[in-house]
Nanobody, 114 residues
Framework: QVQLVESGGGLVQPGGSLRLSCKAS????????MYWVRQAPGKGLEWVVRVATDGTTLFEDSVKGRFTASRDNAKNALYLQLNLLKPDDTALYYC????????RGQGTQVTVSS
């Protein structure tokens, strides 16, 4: 069955950085566009970045220039580098196989606070 396991979250001060990882299994990873989505406290799921099969990325406007994303198809892995973090970036971050986040992992918590 499809499994997505995220890791790398934590507590960081504003302006700090984190690197999230997602390990995929149960499907042919290299054939799928993948996504990072997030859910802030009290809010719905929000699409953050789309990572195409060739690694091409498309970011949501609020994270452009601060976040980067990549994938390693040989390792069935997806990555999200979060830089210049802001308190508004506080959320549970998921990797997902669809933009709506219906098929997603358990998430990894990112908290940005001083």
């Amino acid at each position: 069955q499809v499994q997505l396991v995220e890791s790398g979250g934590g507590l960081v001060q504003p302006g700090g950085s984190l690197r999230l990882s997602c390990k995929a299994s149960g499907f042919i990873f290299k054939k799928y566009t993948m996504y990072w989505v997030r859910q802030a406290p009290g809010k719905g799921l929000e699409w953050v970045v789309r990572v195409a099969t060739d690694g091409t990325t498309l970011f949501e406007d609020s994270v452009k220039g601060r976040f980067t994303a990549s994938r390693d198809n040989a390792k069935n892995a997806l990555y999200l580098q979060l830089n210049l973090l802001k308190p508004d970036d506080t959320a549970l971050y998921y990797c997902a196989r669809d933009a709506s986040g219906i098929l997603r992992g358990q998430g990894t918590q990112v908290t940005v606070s001083s």
